[in-house]
């Protein structure tokens, strides 16, 4: 998934934008719970759900739920360290709750200092969602198993959680004691050879990301 084309905003919402992007005043991520802009947020957050056709840009799961509760607008670049990329259309998509979440205000800007918005996928760390194809950075294995194939598709499966499916799917809590969480697996291992697959798989992901 690739998003081909960033959002075209109203004029409604160009003029609140425009606004937004002269005044260094509201530069401010506290501006995203301005009453004035309600309507422009469900257009940015109409646009791209139906754009991603329900799927979130880093997990790749498809949501097909409509309710604007399930999708959080994401600002690829945190809008809390930039806020002055809160509107750039090429900054905006939708995501998961989760991996919204787990994301949070994490850096993936390789250059830190910029003033322009980056329009190049090299600009980042990450998997960006306009400029990146994702299945080039990473594989899904049984629709749980994050494997990267590149630096991106690694630092991704980092910044947004992506393990946590497999922990899922095992029934393993990686934040319990490393050494429980070890023997639990392990118990499981012998006592379930249906989930031997997927430990074998996970424990060569972990091994590639840390050849990474
Ligand atoms: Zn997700």
Redesign the pocket.
Known sequence: MKIDSPINFSLESKKIIDNYNNNKSLHDTSYWSNDDIVKLKAEIKSYYKDKQKYT??????S?RVNHSAVWDIEHIVPKSTYPRFMFIPENLCV??????TIKNNKAVLINRSIVRYPMKSSSFSIIHPHFDNYFEHLDIYLGKIYSPKTLKGKNTIEA?G?LRFSYESVGWDPSISQTTGLLESAQKLLNDPENAKFYAMEMLIKAQINSM
Not at 95 to 100: I, Q, R, V, Y
């Open positions: 979130c840009v880093y997990c790749n799961k949501i995501s998961c709750k989760d991996c919204n947004c992506l």
